[in-house]
């Protein structure tokens, strides 16, 4: 059932055996593994149902760099379904290697390896509808498949392993109506601001919730789950200090720490021989998902030289640059307003008047091109339920860029913290993010990348010429990729360098939990929504049982 905070009378005490605090990929993942499960689940929700201007205005904050990190209100949406309304989809499960402790990464190792996730990982993959559990080529496809690039015999790399695409799932428009029918209670604006505890301060026994238009209730819990997006999960942790004077889980001082996004860029100079045949466009599987192939630094090659995890995508040349003489890339360049922000940002460069005149120029030489393209991104983007995911255009001669995503490596120099004085609406203390990176992760990009040329050139099939002296500018040339938010309350076993253990149970505290990217303690090359929901389908089954008991119990 959805109910409005906005609409039920003020001071209202709710109780729950589970209460979970934010309704976005992992709330809701969490809240539908309670369906008809003898259990009472409460789903608090800041937002409505669509977009809210003032709503969303209670996710501005303070970026130190603005160069390097997108405003803090950006890249993620405060409403039912939170930042899946804008999601672009990419699904893969991390590595095996990246739950490992490795030497060379800073407090690398997460408390449990891949296998413990893959059960939950197969289901994540239906809920978040990337198709069927299958991430390699062999796996995904019962025919023979053109190679991504002929010939090419990588012995840093394979080109063997896939990213599958969500329709994009947007989780409220797909799991609300399951919610409304549900005997479980969705309430919307109703923004979490305050925990109670017990006197021993070791459990949590209510959250005060408040409306934009001044409704209050109160809820009353056995368990919370606090579910409010990689920012969102820091920030309400570190303004909770009645009875935790540093803020909950952070007697050690690691809340906020340890920020994480990744790395991506793109890098132009990749040419494969003419006579090279490539495919680098999407392999649709039989379940109709759009599948990729991409260039994947092998384990034991980022092993052997002490890199984070790589992957690259061979993609288009730059769209803003005419030069391209693609009428399909220009006039994506020249109909680029009608995109989302996000999706804007990353792309298009600001270019000059003369370089307009050419865009238009390249335009008017393929007409045709440029007409069927449109026709197919219509149906395609548009009218489809499952999107194609991107433009996939195949250049002139056989010259590519590298789009690539990188493993950030844990730094305790990046971080969130509180910026003090600086309150929302309910006089919550906004955030401020230093997003850093490290030399440590430039010297993944350029290895990576230097493996890739070795690896293209020993092949035969082509070379990747570039500046090495670039490198550094291209990787941070629009910032830390947006949307993950990950790290800022990381998972462990020693309360020094962790915020929730193995459970995602803050350490310290009995009843609170976290559900969210910002427990991963490392970060992969993968983006990291799959995980999220993996890892809430673990915590669901976790709570099932401890739940359970205490009914019992008492
Ligand atoms: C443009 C864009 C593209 C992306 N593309 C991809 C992609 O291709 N692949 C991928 O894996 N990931 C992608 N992501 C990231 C993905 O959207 C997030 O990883 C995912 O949505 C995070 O889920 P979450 O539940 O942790 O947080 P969210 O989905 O952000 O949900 C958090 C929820 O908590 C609510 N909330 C916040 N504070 C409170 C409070 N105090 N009280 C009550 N409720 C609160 C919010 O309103 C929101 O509904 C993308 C993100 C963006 C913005």
């Known amino acids: 059932m959805i109910l409005d905070l906005a609409e039920l009378p003020d001071g209202q005490n709710l109780e729950a055996d589970l209460c979970i605090i934010g309704a976005g990929a992992a709330g809701i993942t969490l809240a539908m593994q309670f369906i008809d499960k003898g259990l009472d689940v409460l789903l608090v929700e800041s937002g409505g149902l669509a977009y809210e201007a003032d709503t969303q205005a209670m996710y501005a904050g303070n970026v130190t ?11 993620r949406r405060r409403q039912f379904g939170g930042s899946t309304v804008l999601w672009g989809g990419r699904c893969m499960p991390l590595d095996a290697i990246d739950f490992e402790a490795r030497s060379y990464v800073p407090l690398s190792g997460w408390p449990f390896s891949l ?20 991430y390699t080529i062999d796996e995904a496809f019962d025919r023979p498949m053109k190679p991504m690039v002929d010939g090419f015999n990588g012995s840093a790399y394979s080109t063997d392993s896939l990213e599958r695409f969500s329709k994009p799932t947007n989780f409220a428009a797909c799991y609300g109506a399951a919610l409304r029918a549900a005997n479980i209670r969705v309430l919307l604006h109703a923004t979490a601001t305050q925990f109670r505890f017990d006197d021993s301060g070791q459990v949590v026994t209510g959250v005060k919730l408040r409306s934009l238009g001044g409704k209050t209730a109160d809820v009353k819990a056995k368990s919370f789950v606090l579910a409010t997006g990689g920012l969102e999960v820091p920030r309400l942790l570190l303004a909770n200090r009645d009875v935790h004077p540093n803020g909950i889980g952070n007697q050690h001082g690691v809340v906020g720490k340890y920020y994480m996004c990744h790395i991506g860029g793109t890098l132009s100079g990749i040419k494969i021989n003419r006579s090279v045949s490539v495919w680098h466009d999407y392999d649709i599987a039989d379940d109709d998902t759009y599948c990729r192939r991409r260039f994947a630094l092998l384990p034991d090659m980022q092993r052997k030289h002490g890199t984070g995890n790589f992957v690259g995508r061979l993609h288009h040349p730059s769209i803003a640059d005419p030069a391209h003489r693609s009428a399909i890339l220009s006039l994506v360049f020249l109909g680029s307003r009608l995109l989302p922000w996000e999706y804007r940002t990353r792309a298009f460069d600001a270019i000059s008047l003369g370089d307009y005149g050419r865009h238009v120029l390249n335009l008017v030489s393929e007409p045709f091109n440029a007409a069927r393209f449109a026709v197919r991104m219509i149906k395609g983007r548009f009218l489809a339920s499952r999107k194609i995911p991107s433009l996939v255009v195949a250049p002139k001669s056989n010259e590519f ?17 509180l910026d003090e ?3 929302d609406a309910f006089g919550t203390p906004r955030i401020t993010v230093d997003w850093r990176y490290s030399p440590q992760d430039v010297e993944t990009v350029k290895t990576a990348i230097a493996l890739l040329a070795e690896d293209l050139k020993q092949s035969g099939v082509g070379t990747f010429e570039y500046d090495p002296e670039t490198v550094e500018q291209e990787m941070i040339r629009y910032g830390a990729y947006g949307g993950h938010h990950i790290g800022a309350a990381r998972m462990g076993d020693d309360p020094r360098t962790s915020v929730v253990d193995a459970d995602c149970k803050v350490h310290g505290i009995q009843n609170l939990y976290i559900s969210s990217a910002a427990v991963f303690p490392t970060s992969s090359q993968a983006n ?16 099932g049982g401890t739940l359970r008991s205490k009914a019992q119990a008492s």
Do not use: M, W
Request: proline share 6%.
């Open 115 to 134: 296998d413990e996730l893959l059960p939950f990982y197969r289901e994540a993959n239906r809920i978040c509808e990337a198709g069927a559990y299958a």
């Open 421 to 423: 004085g600086n309150v």
């Open 528 to 543: 990291p929504t799959l995980t999220i929901v993996a890892l809430a389908l673990r915590l669901a089954k976790h709570l």
């Open 401 to 417: 860029s590298l789009d690539f995503h990188a493993e950030q490596i844990p730094n305790a120099e990046s971080r969130v913290t």
């Open 65 to 75: 760099r603005p160069d390097l990190h997108a405003a803090t209100d950006r890249f």
